[in-house]
Nanobody, 126 residues
Framework: QVQLVESGGGLVQAGGSLRLSCAAS????????MGWFRQAPGQEREFVAG????????YYTHSVEGRFTISGDNAKNTVYLQMNSLKPEDTAVYYC???????????????????WGHGTQVTVSS
């Protein structure tokens, strides 16, 4: 079992940057496929970015490609989401999640993820 704690959210102007962190404990994040999701008010939780367990390959939803980068630091047991060129439509609560059964690639549905952090709010002003 792994516990996940996100941090790094906040208020930023459009065009700005934030780096979200997801600190894992109880197990190493490299044992899981890791994903970042977001949920805006009144909307469903959606996949943002993910890193596969075995290959380390990264995946992004189309709207953030070229702006967001997911990465991991094994020594710190932490996964990051670097977010650049932020837009007001990026405003949401961002969640880190772990998929224990994902062997290769990334599964995009939040239903596949077994462990979740509490979320961190990102607000982008225009």
């Amino acid at each position: 079992q792994v516990q996940l704690v996100e941090s790094g959210g906040g208020l930023v102007q459009a065009g700005g940057s934030l780096r979200l962190s997801c600190a894992a404990s109880g197990s190493t994040f490299s044992s899981y496929a890791m994903g970042w999701f977001r949920q805006a008010p009144g909307q469903e939780r959606e996949f943002v970015a993910g890193q596969a367990r075995n290959s380390g390959s990264t995946y992004y939803t189309h709207s953030v490609e070229g702006r967001f980068t997911i990465s991991g630091d094994n020594a710190k047991n932490t996964v990051y989401l670097q977010m650049n060129s932020l837009k007001p439509e990026d405003t949401a609560v961002y969640y880190c999640a772990a998929d224990r059964d994902g062997v290769s690639g990334i599964r995009y549905s939040p239903a596949y993820y077994d462990y979740w952090g509490h979320g961190t709010q990102v607000t982008v002003s225009s």
